[in-house]
């Protein structure tokens, strides 16, 4: 697609574009520049050239490209090109293909995407309250989107090798931006063996950092530069590298990353045919 066909994306009037191309583009417009207004309409419109599975992919590709990018970017990507390409060994947060790259060894290879009992994951979602059970009920219908991205969210927010408690907190902050507190309710067991209660949630609302260790201070502003605007500052980050490893770095963006696009439209699907409110 050129430039101009993008910049008209969704628009009725755009040219040489398909209306599947052209309600998908428009779905991913609402949810970067409009995702609070996000409604069931939003959706309705995807059903009216997508199956319901497709609708369901389209939503969540949509979801990861909403924080993913930002994430790349928060690494200091765009500032390490050459010739419009990423040169990997000068990243700050290095990448497992970049020691391939140096060498004449094969890159690594892609693993095949976990394939998890549905069942089994909203089983422990429901247990954990974390992520919303209802949320990947929403995915079910799609034949590996739920066991791929609820692979993807027990394996760096609710494990991984950063301490829990630093993820719940990015949860809960994440939550409390987007206004949606179902993606991180009080009674959630994942929050309260990680010790956050009421006292963190208010001084996360408050925008008080100053209640919690410095580790967790410098993965927050981290967190509250992807949430919010986007970008992260260099000082930001160096506070970041201070506290933490580059494969921790690597965790806490997916941490955020997928959930950050998900949170938004999990909040736009309550009260709709697909989640019910509360």
Same mark, same amino acid.
């Given at each position: 697609?050129?430039?101009?066909?993008? @910049?008209?994306?969704?628009?009725?009037?755009?040219?040489?574009?398909?209306?599947?191309?052209?309600?998908?583009?428009?779905?991913?417009?609402?949810?970067?520049?409009?995702?609070?207004?996000?409604?069931?309409?939003?959706?309705?419109?995807?059903?009216?050239?997508?199956?319901?599975?497709?609708? #369901?992919?389209?939503?969540? $590709?949509?979801?990861?490209? +909403?924080?993913?990018?930002?994430?790349?970017?928060?690494?200091?990507?765009?500032?390490?090109?050459?010739?419009?390409? *990423? =040169?990997?060994?000068?990243?700050? *947060?290095?990448?497992?293909?970049?020691?391939?790259?140096?060498?004449?060894?094969?890159? /690594?290879?892609?693993?095949?995407?976990?394939?998890?009992? #549905? @069942?089994?994951? #909203?089983?422990?979602?429901?247990?954990?309250?974390?992520?919303?059970?209802?949320?990947? %009920?929403?995915? !079910? /219908?799609?034949? +590996?989107? /739920? @066991?791929?991205?609820?692979?993807?969210?027990?394996?760096?927010?609710?494990?991984?090798?950063?301490?829990?408690?630093? %993820?719940?907190?990015?949860? =809960?902050?994440?939550?409390?931006? *987007?206004?949606? @507190?179902?993606?991180?309710?009080?009674?959630?067991?994942?929050?309260?063996?990680?010790?956050?209660?009421?006292?963190?949630?208010?001084?996360?609302?408050?925008?008080?950092?100053?209640?919690?260790?410095?580790?967790? &201070?410098?993965?927050?502003?981290?967190?509250?530069? $992807? *949430?919010?605007?986007? &970008?992260? !500052?260099?000082?930001? +980050?160096?506070?970041?590298?201070?506290?933490?490893?580059?494969?921790? #770095?690597?965790?806490?963006?997916?941490?955020?990353?997928?959930?950050?696009?998900?949170?938004? =439209? +999990?909040?736009?699907?309550?009260?709709? %045919?697909? =989640?019910? /409110?509360?």
């Amino acid at each position: 697609m050129t430039e101009k066909q993008l @910049s008209k994306a969704g628009d009725a009037d755009a040219e040489g574009v398909t209306p599947r191309e052209q309600a998908a583009l428009r779905f991913g417009k609402r949810l970067c520049y409009g995702w609070p207004d996000l409604n069931q309409s939003d959706y309705e419109d995807l059903l009216r050239v997508f199956t319901e599975q497709e609708m #369901i992919e389209v939503v969540t $590709l949509c979801a990861w490209q +909403f924080g993913g990018p930002n994430m790349l970017t928060s690494w200091g990507a765009e500032g390490y090109k050459r010739d419009g390409k *990423v =040169v990997l060994e000068a990243l700050p *947060v290095r990448l497992a293909y970049a020691d391939a790259a140096k060498s004449e060894a094969s890159p /690594p290879s892609i693993p095949h995407p976990p394939m998890l009992s #549905i @069942s089994d994951l #909203i089983n422990r979602a429901m247990q954990r309250r974390s992520p919303p059970a209802e949320w990947l %009920k929403f995915l !079910s /219908p799609h034949p +590996f989107l /739920p @066991s791929t991205w609820g692979a993807l969210y027990e394996a760096v927010v609710e494990g991984g090798i950063v301490e829990n408690r630093i %993820k719940q907190l990015q949860r =809960v902050l994440l939550a409390e931006y *987007v206004q949606c @507190s179902a993606w991180a309710p009080e009674a959630s067991a994942s929050l309260t063996a990680a010790g956050i209660g009421s006292r963190e949630r208010t001084a996360l609302r408050a925008q008080d950092l100053t209640v919690f260790s410095r580790r967790e &201070q410098a993965a927050l502003r981290y967190t509250e530069g $992807l *949430v919010g605007t986007g &970008q992260v !500052s260099d000082a930001a +980050f160096g506070d970041l590298k201070a506290e933490f490893t580059e494969s921790e #770095i690597v965790e806490l963006g997916y941490a955020v990353s997928v959930q950050n696009g998900a949170s938004r =439209v +999990f909040r736009s699907l309550l009260g709709t %045919k697909w =989640v019910e /409110p509360g």
